[in-house]
């Protein structure tokens, strides 16, 4: 069983908790945490968009921690009692980090990564690992809406090769669109977009096939829902697995544990 440490959070004598944030959970947890006299949060985001969601009041650190070295250093420099692992569910290298650097010092850890979606009646999903799986899934004379993000374009772009490939991302890109064969394309976006919007783009671009994440939550769920209703196939990369430590899937279920922290007898 992995050992865990609760300080005195410093001077202050609150908790300090690291939040490992760019989710809506996160931000939801990190405003609960902030309105709680026993806690002092830093929320960190990796700064992969432009200008991202913040709470806000908040002290965000932007920018990464570039390897375990460094995540260990803030660690033991900021004093941090307990870390929270709210990061994207397909974020699998920070998540790997946070594990082991917090079990090698015996820091508290917990991840909170919301559920994943599943299929229900009508949807035609084809669950894939990786971008390999493309290559003999959609056919060549495909238009497909890719939606794995920015940082891997380059994978599952090539294994869509001969396809015409529309992109979205959400920060306008300042270089050019890798893959123009066929009139390949950025399609510039931020989420929550609504179903309807979904569809009328699905049916203005002759979209054929989907590819997504199983990110899961709500807020990018209404591409797949209009994919239903227009009987588009989507491909759903799975979700890499999570360490050997305490997950929960709702903030509740976290603002739970980490009162239970708190309160545990040292």
Known sequence: METSRIGTGGKSGRTHVLLLGGTGEAR????????????????SLAGRIRQPVSPPGLKTRIGGFRSAGGLRAFLQDKNVDIVVDATHPFAER???????????????????????????PGDRWHPVSGPDDLRGLIPRSATVLLTTGRQTLKDFGSALAGRKVLARVIDPPSEPFP????????????????????????????????????????????????????????????????????????????????????????
């Open 179 to 266: 893959y123009p064969e066929r009139g390949g394309n950025w399609i510039v976006g931020r989420p929550p977009f609504s179903v309807d919007s979904e569809m009328e783009l699905f049916r203005r671009e002759g979209i054929d096939w989907l590819v997504t994440k199983n990110a899961g939550g709500p807020l990018s769920r209404s591409k797949l829902d209009a994919a239903r209703r227009l009987s588009i196939p989507v491909a759903v990369v799975e979700r890499p697995g999570v360490p050997d430590c305490r997950v929960v899937e709702t903030v509740a279920a976290c603002m739970e544990w980490l009162e239970s922290e708190v309160a545990r007898p040292r």
């Open 28 to 43: 939801d947890l990190a405003g609960r945490l902030e309105r709680d006299h026993r806690f002092r949060v830093t929320y």
């Open 94 to 120: 920070m998540t790997l980090t946070a594990h082991g650097v917090s079990r090698e010092l015996g820091t508290s850890h917990i991840v909170l990564r919301r559920p994943a979606w599943c299929a229900g």
